[in-house]
């Protein structure tokens, strides 16, 4: 299972700073597989947005728990997290 720590390592990995281009973690709750996946989404002004799943985690445990991931996130990495 992947951790908090693990997934933001994925994140830090996969940030590039590359000029004109906007980046962001999505955190999405899939009500019917019980699943949190944690995309990480990048797009370049003009071109199509780019989406890559950095983690899925157990729905059971981690859905209430979003909103610290969101922030956690965010204050370690920097970058927009959207829920």
């Known amino acids: 299972m992947t951790t ?4 933001i390592l994925e994140v830090q990995k996969r940030f590039t700073k590359k000029p004109n281009t906007i980046y962001e973690v999505k955190l999405v709750s899939q009500i019917y597989s019980g ?6 989404q ?13 983690a899925r985690l157990d729905g059971t445990i981690y859905r ?3 909103p610290e991931i969101a922030k956690r ?3 370690e990495t920097g ?5």
């Not at 908090?4 to 997934?7: E, L, P, R, S």
């Not at 970058?79 to 829920?83: K, M």
Request: charge should be neutral.
């Open 64 to 66: 209430d728990k979003i």
């Open 42 to 54: 990048y797009y370049k002004i003009g071109y199509a947005t780019t989406a890559e799943q950095i």
């Open 4 to 7: 908090i720590d693990d997934m």
């Open 79 to 83: 970058l927009t997290v959207r829920t």
């Open 35 to 40: 699943q949190v996946n944690v995309y990480f």
């Open 73 to 75: 996130i965010r204050t």
